[in-house]
């Protein structure tokens, strides 16, 4: 059961909350996504938003359609709660991603709404643009946003698998699921999003349609501890490479190279031609590993942030 709205925001009219408890509505916002998503080619919301926005972790502001009463566009908004040691200057800015119905764009929706979020954010807010479209790049720059972070999506087509894949396993539901936590939270130390995963959100992706145990490959030592995992998800034909990870005392190995290969082994088995991943622009050396087995960029998504006001000096 959804929990109430996480944040209690003080939107002003026409924006208004929407409680993760009314399934109408919910219903709606994952509606006009997936109709975003059809029409970008790129969906507006990261999985752990969705995840977020059902359970109420996220609040979801939005604002309806004068002509129709439905929803015309949403921002989901999470801000971080402030630990009882954290000093004011210590709390981690809001983050948000938002979309526009397709049917109701270039009517300001877009323009109201990132208002709206730097608003009641206090501008200070880091803020997802996914595809890097012309238009939300033009409202970043008017109103004093810049670019923070580049996510690029890189594609393979076709698969194929050449190089030698690692020993892996499936990952086994309910057994698993704590040691890999902890690898994954040891791989990705430094990532703000994978690293954080608990086992709600775990819980959360397992549930999903589109987990297949089988399409998450782990690799154990010797000893039968895990090292490394390549968790693979495959929705509309493409196969994502959801996640590659190596615990930090295997890094170094090549194992990573051996777990992409085995990803790539498995989608070929399973007749799969396209592939995809994420991954942050500065990473270099994961991103020079991708393009060495062949993807390429695809699309971009951009995380803006506003810039910060130059500090007002008394003149002497």
Known sequence: MANPPAESLDVRSPFEIIDPRNADDVRSVLALAARAADVDGQPPFSDQTLIDARSGARTLVAERSV????????????????SPASSPGDAAPAEAEAVVDPDERRRGHGARLLDEVLRVTDHDALLWAHGDHPGARALARSRGLAVTRELLQLRLDPVEQNGTAADVRSFRVDVDDSEWLAVNAAAFASHPEQGKLTQADLDARIAEPWFDADDFLVARDDGGAMIGFCWLKTVDGIGEFYAVGVAPEAQGSGLGRRLVESGLARLVARGIRTSSLYV?????????????????????????????TPPLHAAG
Do not use: C
Request: hydrophobic letters at 45%.
């Open 67 to 82: 002509e129709t009463g439905e929803i015309a566009s949403v921002a989901a908004v999470s801000i971080a709660a402030a």
């Open 280 to 308: 942050d622009g500065d990473n270099v050396a994961a991103v020079s590993l991708y393009r060495s087995v062949g993807f390429v960029d695809h699309t971009i998504d951009v995380q803006y942030a506003p810039t910060p």
